[in-house]
């Protein structure tokens, strides 16, 4: 009988722990995660988004570029369905009229101000080594590209962000066609507050 109980012990004792291991994995996955991808514009702090969004994906249809999509389950219940962008692979066009935040109801995505320009969303910055205008060759690929006036800059042949105007969308790395890419993204931290 006591070798029983030691034996549900044991087995108790190795399913909690299990569980924690689970959590800790899915949380750690969770914040991975969260250095790939951001908010669409205009988002509250997160803690404020995830309470406000009732992942109903009006922002999502919005997006006319499909650049807003939804979160996977694999990241956790807390984070699934709710809207996100990559712009490692596709930039925010920031449309004139924002409909992504216009779509949203619960004000999840809320425009501060008429005209208000949003956060920054990453950094960018042109890989001198990649870019070709700096090994020789003209490009120009990216030189349509930027939504914001004077973000991306020319010298000569030469595309140059401006980081004081640049906000980050990614639009111009879109286009780049070099591989791997010349524009490089850095992520800003989550707001939190």
Known sequence: MAHD???RNFLRLG???AAEIKADLASDKAAWAGDNWIRPP???AEQ?????CTRCDKCIGACEFNVIFKLPADLGHTAAGTPAMDLLNRGCHMC???P???ACEPDALKLPEPDSAPDKFAHAEIDTEQCLPYQGPECGACADSCPVDGALQWRGPRPVINADKCTGCGCCREICITEPKSVIISLLPVRSK
Do not use: S
């Open 42 to 44: 205009f988002a509250e």
């Open 5 to 7: 109980a030691d034996r």
């Open 96 to 98: 004139a009229d924002w």
């Open 15 to 17: 399913a909690n722990k």
């Open 48 to 52: 404020e988004f995830l309470t406000n």
């Open 100 to 102: 992504c935040v216009a």
